[in-house]
Nanobody
Framework: QVQLVESGGGLVQAGGSLRLSCAASGRTIFTYRMGWFRQAPGKEREFVATINWSGTSTDYADSVKGRFTISRDNAKNTVYLQMNSLKPEDTAVYYC?????????????????WGQGTQVTVSS
């Protein structure tokens, strides 16, 4: 079992930055692909970013490319999402997830473990 706990969310003005963290416990996430997803009010959960086990390969949703950066520190069992140039449409609950899939996947059904989420609110 892997337990994931997100932190770092909050209220920020448009154009600002936030850094989300996802701390894993229970077992190492060294072999897991990690991802970030988000869900805005009244909308379905959507893919944001994913990173492979070694941190050498990343993939992003078109809506966040060039603004968000996913990274990981396997020694700390932690994954990060640096969010810059935030927009009001980035407002959502952000979830961290772990997948045993080796290949790149943005499909939330491919992720086995999920955190409880952290709220990000971007004001205009």
């Amino acid at each position: 079992q892997v337990q994931l706990v997100e932190s770092g969310g909050g209220l920020v003005q448009a154009g600002g930055s936030l850094r989300l963290s996802c701390a894993a416990s229970g077992r190492t996430i060294f072999t897991y692909r990690m991802g970030w997803f988000r869900q805005a009010p009244g909308k379905e959960r959507e893919f944001v970013a994913t990173i492979n086990w070694s941190g050498t390969s990343t993939d992003y949703a078109d809506s966040v490319k060039g603004r968000f950066t996913i990274s990981r520190d396997n020694a700390k069992n932690t994954v990060y999402l640096q969010m810059n140039s935030l927009k009001p449409e980035d407002t959502a609950v952000y979830y961290c997830a772990a997948s045993a899939q080796y290949v790149v996947t943005s499909n939330d059904s491919d992720y086995d473990y999920w955190g409880q989420g952290t709220q990000v609110t971007v004001s205009s």
